[in-house]
Nanobody, 115 residues
């Protein structure tokens, strides 16, 4: 069964950190570029970060560059998003998915940044 399960969200104060995880199953994880997306209330889902399978290179939404880091562990079929210096505008539900040939969306993990 193909599945993406996000975890690690929570509520933090501005300036805090969280590490999100996405456990993948049902496909050859190591063969796919992976991405994190987010959707804030009342807004469209947006692409936050990608890690490319061909060379491990990464790219980021401009507003998270220097604060977020995407990484992967192919042995664990897991992609991570380390989020530092969090801001209230980072509040959203975060999802992972294959960057190309996307799967159905998981349930996501809620991140709330609030004082």
């Amino acid at each position: 069964q193909v599945q993406l399960v996000e975890s690690g969200g929570g509520e933090v104060q501005p300036g805090g950190s969280l590490r999100l995880s996405c456990a993948a199953s049902g496909f050859t994880f190591s063969s796919y570029s992976m991405s994190w997306y987010r959707q804030a209330p009342g807004k469209e889902r947006e692409l936050v970060a990608t890690i490319l399978v061909r060379d491990g290179s990464t790219n980021y939404l401009d507003t998270v560059k220097g604060r977020f880091t995407i990484s992967r562990d192919n042995a664990k079929n897991t992609v991570y998003l380390q989020m530092n210096s969090l801001k209230p505008e980072d509040t959203a539900v975060y999802y992972c998915n294959r960057r190309f040939e996307p799967l159905g969306w998981g349930r996501g993990t809620q991140v709330v940044v609030s004082s």
